[in-house]
């Protein structure tokens, strides 16, 4: 029977902030790709797939919500058994697109599994640190297990190669992990793991890989190489000044100096065409969504909820503060979207099954005791 309780509580600040990015991100994308034609073209296909994907991202986040999420602890090791799976698909027989191997295709269909992997992630650890929880926190022993769980998938999407999304990956672990409590031996241990396996890591990266994070010190000793992205994404935010040049006013990106300006830069399209105040209202968009997100963590009753909704909250905070800093030049150029906003299908079906998985945790929070 239909719990009207339900309806009442539903979650309608979320939708708005989720709906309200989702519409900026479409209206940018169609100036990103149509700026330089001077009559938008109604039939481009990039704001078309775009407009599609949403559709898709809806019908995901209305399905996370329908049913209780408990149902996520029962099923997260067989949704995180079937996304590595996917991810091993890819290895073998993922489509290439400029030197990476990172999508699926089924039909007329391609997707990025390394994007639904973030998800299954979040569910699996928040189901194990909710039901093995202590007072005392987690010690080395304890945590082998989620170590494990993180750092399949990451070596499979880092080999792909997509560094961007395995360090997210990473990060979304290490917040999930932190906020739980690690026992302070253990801390020490895994921090000082944590700093020697990255100076290691740095002899694995591929040779664009290290130009790109060397160029980010000092883009300006190779401008016309791997400082070329962030030297035109700066002049890009730069020049829209307090109030931008308006919509499809961009020159940066109107005269094609701006690469990749629907994907990993679209926050400097943004910034140009509508300055500091569009920028920092987007940026406070993003602000009020991940307060929204801890707030549901905080009023979730029981231990899994709270610990989910902090998972998918520091996806989105994560990917928002990596793009956003790519895009001023505040850090490495690794290939990160911007939620909501970037062009990208598995990206926003991925972030819309996380708001749906948010929006149920709100929705049923009045079904536990306190």
Not at 7 to 28: K, Y
Not at 49 to 62: E, N, S
Not at 164 to 178: C, D, E, F, K, R
Not at 289 to 318: D, N, Q, Y
Request: include cysteine; hydrophobic fraction near 55%.
């Amino acid at each position: 029977m239909f719990d009207r309780r339900l309806v009442q509580h539903f979650d309608w600040v979320l939708l708005a902030l989720a709906l309200v990015l989702e519409a900026i991100g479409i209206l940018t994308l169609y100036s990103a790709v149509n700026a330089s034609a001077h009559v938008a073209d109604l039939t481009c296909p990039v704001y078309l797939k775009q407009t599609y994907w949403f559709g898709m991202g809806i019908a995901a986040m209305v399905a996370m919500f329908l049913f209780n999420y408990k149902w996520l602890h029962r099923w997260g090791g067989a949704a995180y058994a079937f996304s590595v799976g996917l991810l091993l698909a890819v290895a073998f027989a993922g489509k290439e697109v400029s030197g990476s191997q990172r999508w699926l295709v089924v039909g007329s269909l391609s997707f990025q599994p390394s994007e639904i992997v973030k998800i299954a992630v979040v569910i699996v650890l928040a189901r194990y640190f909710s039901d093995c929880c202590s007072e005392e926190g987690f010690t080395l022993k304890s945590l082998w297990k989620p170590l494990v769980w993180t750092l399949v998938p990451f070596i499979l999407i880092a080999r792909q190669p997509d560094l961007g999304t395995g360090l997210v990956v990473l990060l979304i672990a290490g917040s999930m992990t932190l906020f739980v409590k690690i026992e302070r031996r253990s801390m020490i241990c895994l921090t000082g793991a944590g700093v020697l396996v990255c100076s290691v890591a740095w002899f694995f990266l591929k040779e664009y890989q290290k130009q790109r994070i060397s160029a980010f010190w000092n883009p300006e000793t190779d401008p016309l190489g791997a400082g070329y992205h962030v030297i035109q994404s700066k002049i890009a935010v730069g020049s829209g000044m307090v109030l931008g040049k308006g919509f499809l006013k961009g020159t940066q990106n109107a005269l094609s100096f701006l690469p990749e300006q629907h994907t990993d830069f679209i926050f400097s399209v943004l910034a140009e065409e509508w300055g500091f105040l569009g920028s920092a209202m987007v940026v406070t968009l993003y602000l009020l969504l991940i307060i929204w997100g801890l707030s549901i963590a905080i009023r979730s009753k029981e231990p899994f909820g709270t610990i989910l909704a902090v998972g998918i909250t520091s996806m989105v905070f994560w990917q928002a503060i990596i793009n956003v800093g790519m895009a001023l030049g505040l850090l490495p150029v690794v290939g990160v979207t911007l939620p909501l906003i970037s062009y990208g299908g598995s990206s926003l079906v991925a972030t819309m099954l996380g708001i749906g998985i948010l929006m149920n945790i709100s929705m049923r929070r009045f079904m536990f005791k306190d």
